[in-house]
């Protein structure tokens, strides 16, 4: 416990860990919130040892949180122990960080959980085990269709790729980074843009120049996500995943970290650019827009011919509420 009144952001690595092994949460959990944003060297052995070993569940679903940013055998081991907690909370953290950063025999100590799928934990898992078959092509655990509505406005808003927010493309970068652990990105690779005044960029993986598009799409994968600006911590966050996979010619998927499907599309191949239209989004998750382009496989250059967002309309599908429990 801190014995004077520095602020922890001024406090060394080492006071921090020594915190952040101390009993009383509210101060491990804020000294190891202070780690991950430094990315301080120590935080992936602290995380490793304290999702297991802490007495607080608080603290453990904290390091759970970090080790989701950590790739790398030592931290999927940590994870893979950690399921055997009998906290809610902090499964859905473990479960939902080894979606992130696991390979893809994380599958398996996954599919040893027995969940109810309409909880929020048994929902986290699904996500993870999504994830992990996109990340690593394997066709385990694809997304679920759900019913969508078609882009049909008359006039729509143009969503302006030309422009991006008030942070520097490396602050963007370094946030997809933080967001996309694993994913080979650069500048060149993420694109700023301005939707409805709301300033987010699309991080590519940059992995994907260079291959031949059938191979981009002859298998489930990640091909990067959606960020969204966040003035107050000054960085961009994870708004959803892009993901594709061959089903139907080639589909596309914009899915929410929590598994909800936002927005969907196809592709398309035309020698080594991949074309796709992005035109079916589902109520009230997201606003209907409508984005076609191209991706060029061999320079890397994304083209984006129309892009275009509109009010949700009153005829648009909805997601349906859960049934009311009775109470008492």
Known sequence: MPTDHTPLDHRSDAALGRLARATRPDVASESLAVLARRDAPTLPA?????????????????????????????TQEALETALATDSPDVLRRVVGAL?????????????????????????????????????????????EPVDTTKYSAARGRTIDWARGGRMPKRTIVASAE???????????????????????????????????????????RLLGALLRERVCSERYSLDAYLLADQRDG???????????????????VDGPVVSFVVDESRAPYGSPVRVTGGYDTGTGRLTVDEALVASPSTHAVRATPPALRPVG
Do not use: F, K
């Open 178 to 220: 933080r967001e996309l652990p694993g994913l080979a990105l650069s500048q060149a690779s993420v694109h700023p843009y301005v939707c409805s005044g709301h300033p987010g960029a699309l991080a590519l993986d940059a992995g994907l120049r260079g291959q031949a598009p059938d191979t981009v799409l002859g298998a489930p």
């Open 250 to 268: 080639g589909r596309v998927w914009l899915v929410r970290p929590d598994g909800t499907l936002v927005h969907s599309g196809r592709t398309s």
């Open 46 to 74: 602290l995380g490793r040892e304290l999702v297991v070993g802490h007495a607080d569940d608080r603290v453990r679903a904290r390091a759970a949180v970090a080790l989701g940013r950590i790739p790398g055998r030592a």
């Open 99 to 143: 979606g992130r950063v696991g390979d893809a025999s994380a599958l398996a100590s996954l599919d040893r959980l027995r969940l109810d799928p309409t909880t929020p934990v048994g929902r986290d898992l699904r996500m993870a085990r999504t994830l992990l078959s996109y990340r690593h092509g394997l066709e385990v655990s694809l997304v």
